[in-house]
């Protein structure tokens, strides 16, 4: 997908509180999903995908939900804490060869 | 190991200069991958290798050279780079070209081009 600008949509929430993220998907060909999790300096970090085949996955502290009807992902984090400040990129894998794309990506801050 | 490992971190080179950016997986992944990350900006795919040959090419410029010497390893040299070309480069790895199961980035090269 496209980067809306220069200006990556921030979340800001409480330490404790929950947070969702979401991603709005452009191919409806699309079947694998990823969500990352990019802190300042580093690379993408693998956080929880899920398949087209599933509706909701949930791992330590997160839950991806997908909605193919309107294609569209989310994350959800259980109980933040500013650990969990970094850049958010969910990811969707096209077609039959492994090109993964990323949507543009979310600020998430965390206040103590 | 569940690493993907780049070197240099930090490169800064002259748009005259050669260089070339490297990574390492030991996981048995057979498909790597070479992304260019901007400021603010999502990865972009450069490259795709899948058991060792070259299989998408982003029409990346050919100032940017992708090699495979092995199952492990992935070099990306550079040649003539143009300020522009700064970036954040990025290595990944996967099971196959058609899984995507174990997606894994690298760190990355921070790259300064003067």
């Known amino acids: 997908g496209e980067s809306v600008g220069l200006h990556l949509p921030t979340l800001s929430v409480q330490e404790g509180d929950n947070s969702i993220i979401n991603c709005a998907y452009s191919n409806s060909a699309s079947d694998y999903f990823i969500w990352y999790k990019q802190e300042s300096g580093k690379g993408p970090q693998f956080i929880i995908d899920i398949r087209s085949n599933m509706d909701k996955r949930q791992g330590q502290r997160v839950t991806v939900l997908l909605n193919k009807t309107v294609k569209h992902l989310s994350l959800q984090i259980a109980a933040t804490q500013p650990g969990d400040s970094a850049v958010y990129f969910c990811?969707?894998?096209?077609?039959?060869?492994?090109?993964?794309?990323f949507g543009a990506g979310t600020i998430l801050r965390v206040k103590s | 190991d569940t690493e993907v490992t780049q070197t240099p971190k930090h490169l800064v080179m002259g748009m005259t200069n050669k260089k070339s950016l490297k990574c390492e997986q030991h996981m048995g992944h057979r498909a790597m991958y070479w992304y260019k990350q901007k400021a603010k900006k999502p990865p972009e795919l450069m490259f795709v290798?899948?058991?060792?040959?070259?299989?998408i090419n982003e029409s990346v410029p050919s100032r940017f050279s992708p090699e495979c010497p092995n199952s492990s390893l992935l070099n990306l040299h550079l040649h003539a780079l143009q300020p522009e070309d700064s970036a954040l480069y990025l290595c990944?790895?996967?099971?196959?070209?058609?899984?995507?199961?174990?997606?894994?980035f690298g760190s990355g090269t921070r790259l300064t081009v003067v």
């Open positions: 290798y899948s058991y060792e040959k070259l299989s």
């Open positions: 990811a969707e894998s096209r077609e039959y060869g492994n090109k993964l794309v």
């Open positions: 990944a790895s996967s099971q196959s070209r058609l899984s995507n199961y174990g997606y894994t």
